[in-house]
């Protein structure tokens, strides 16, 4: 089996070095490979890249399956969609250095990055992205496609809808729900339930104004 990242910028490169170490343990695949839409095909410090269009005809679908590197809540659905459609396999990738409780039900396209603690009966819908030592505790949600950055933490019972990103270090207390499509700032600390499309800053947080371009890193969310 071949293993095909499609995002090959930061993120992208931070999920190879993950999928090399999972390789290490299981050798599981025979290759790892980028596909990007931005570069074309070729070869760079030994490793394949492919756009999409390419990619397709060079495999068939039961030779490679994919996992989604990009951070932006959006593009990981949009990209999802066209796995999907097409026919191809998505890849669930947990560090070897994680702790993921037996009882945790995990959704096709996952990553579960090194140090991340995923705790009792917590649910991870397709292509959730927890990264390095988030910390997830009894019963919580979280949807497809969101983004959980490094050293989030969030208290049990806790859903967190689909598309939505949360910032480096943020705190999400117990028993509350974040809807879909939020922005959560770095460092936040959320104690009541939001709105769909909220963004959220601050310690307590407080809202900010709506996503309304519903995209993650876009100028008006990023002041």
Same mark, same amino acid.
């Given at each position: 089996m071949i293993l095909a990242i499609?995002?090959?910028?930061?993120?992208?490169?931070?999920?190879?070095?993950?999928?090399?170490?999972?390789?290490?343990?299981?050798?599981? &695949?025979?290759?790892?490979?980028f596909v990007d839409d931005q570069r074309k095909a070729g070869i760079l410090n030994g490793i394949r890249y492919y756009p999409f269009s390419e990619m397709k005809q060079t495999f068939n679908t039961q030779e490679i399956e994919f996992c989604i590197a990009v951070g932006e809540p959006l593009l990981r659905a949009e990209f999802a969609n066209r796995i999907k459609r097409e026919n191809w396999k998505k890849a669930t990738l947990i560090a070897p250095t994680s702790v993921v409780a037996d009882s945790v039900q995990i959704a096709d396209g996952c990553i579960i990055c090194n140090f991340a603690v995923v705790l009792s009966n917590v649910v991870l819908k397709e292509n959730v992205l927890l990264q390095s030592a988030v910390t997830l505790t009894h019963d919580d949600v979280v949807c497809e496609n969101s983004i959980l950055c490094p050293h989030v933490s969030v208290g049990g019972g806790?859903?967190?809808?689909r /598309?939505?990103?949360?910032?480096?270090?943020? /705190?999400?207390?117990?028993?509350?729900?974040?809807?879909? /499509?939020? %922005? %959560?700032?770095?460092?936040?600390?959320?104690? &009541?339930?939001?709105?769909?499309?909220?963004?959220?800053?601050?310690n307590p947080a407080s809202f900010i104004h709506y996503n309304d371009g519903k995209y993650i890193f876009s100028s008006k969310n990023e002041k």
């Open positions: 499609y995002g090959s910028g930061g993120l992208g490169r931070e999920i190879f070095d993950l999928a090399m170490q999972i390789n290490y343990k299981k050798q599981k &695949y025979s290759e790892i490979l806790t859903s967190i809808g /598309n939505t990103f949360i910032g480096i270090g943020a /705190n999400i207390r117990d028993h509350i729900r974040v809807g879909n /499509n939020v %922005v %959560v700032s770095m460092g936040a600390s959320i104690l &009541y339930d939001v709105e769909d499309y909220a963004v959220m800053k601050g």
